[in-house]
């Protein structure tokens, strides 16, 4: 039985969407049980499978307007906290699973989930390349937005520590975020940590990467800081929104509708970020994974099987 931990609150759609989504996992997961951290009279509303699910009593979240260390020491209810607490005190706990603040999510994992040598973890998105069946890691994509170059060193490590063990990637291909590909492009952070980069021969660095190249299975880890990796994710979760609509719109002003439709769910498919959307906590020692703010039931069932196929020691998407 593999248990997991789901914070209730947080989510921009409410409680309601997220426990819509467990609902759906335990309806069709024999082999998991889920502790639900929230309302423990909304939660017996939903009549789930009796033995299949605790909960733990919470009515407070962290919003993105709050100071999350000020709301750790402050408040004593706090869904995301007491998941991640769950979590580090329990080793059947395989992971947990918040759409809450991403300030929180770090906090709490700092406080209840830091690993042996105390690395300060770093949050991650698994991206699609070009070339199918291959994926990026890029890390971070929020956690951390100011770094120095030896943070982002240490997200090189952390993201090739992950696509060795989850892709079985000998020697996991590492390039920089930056604005150009000469050694010499880049701000004060970028070219510092580049040198840094290539002095490591632990890691096998490959140098910079331009953002219209991020997905272009250039690197298996793209290294950056909180704010660049965070824009990343966004412009191109814009950028496929904008397409998807624009073939539709030209497919119905055409009279190709059914072409478009055809090409636009292919894009939808391997762009879903209802399905993908869900960031890693790297260097914890539970998985944390760290939904959107306007994640759904889908994405919330998404995200506990990529726990349950990343606790099989399969990959994410399988």
């Known amino acids: 039985m593999k248990r997991i931990v789901v914070d209730t609150l947080g989510s921009d759609q409410g409680p309601k969407a997220v426990l819509e989504g467990v609902k759906e996992v335990l309806s069709e997961c024999d082999d998991v049980h889920i502790t639900i951290v929230g309302d423990p009279a909304l939660v017996k509303e939903y009549q789930l499978p009796e033995g299949k699910y605790d909960v733990i009593e919470a009515y407070e979240t962290v919003t993105n307007y709050d100071n999350p260390v000020q709301a750790f020491y402050k408040a004593e209810k706090v869904s995301i906290f007491l998941a991640l607490k769950e979590a580090g005190e329990n080793d059947d706990v395989i992971g947990v699973i918040s759409s809450g603040s991403t300030g929180a ?26 070339d199918k069946g291959r994926y990026t890691c890029l890390v971070d994509t929020g956690a951390s937005i100011d770094c120095g170059p030896h943070q982002l060193v240490e997200f090189a490590h952390l993201g090739s520590n992950f696509m060795r063990q989850l892709y079985k990637i000998d020697y996991p291909r590492v390039g920089l975020l930056s604005n150009g590909a000469e050694p010499t492009k880049g701000n004060k952070l970028v070219k510092e940590t580049f040198k840094m980069l290539e002095a490591d021969e632990s ?7 331009e953002g219209k190249m991020a997905l272009n299975d250039m ?4 290294v950056c800081d909180g704010f660049a990796g965070n824009q990343v994710l966004k412009v191109t979760e814009g950028v496929a929104v904008n397409l998807i609509t624009e073939m539709i719109k030209y497919g119905y002003k055409t009279g190709k509708e059914d072409v478009a439709k055809e090409f636009a769910g292919h894009i939808m498919k391997t762009y879903d970020f209802e399905s993908n959307g869900a960031g890693i906590m790297l260097g914890a020692k539970k998985l944390v994974l760290k939904c959107r703010g306007s994640s759904g039931p889908k994405a919330i069932k998404s995200a506990c099987h990529i726990l349950i196929n990343l606790a099989n020691n399969k990959t994410i998407y399988e």
């Open 105 to 130: 999510v770090m906090v709490g994992t700092l406080k209840y989930l830091l690993d042996e040598k105390r690395t300060r973890p770093a949050l991650a998105a698994i991206l699609p390349t070009i």
């Open 219 to 222: 690197c298996d880890v793209l």
């Open 203 to 209: 890691i096998n660095f490959v140098g910079n990467i």
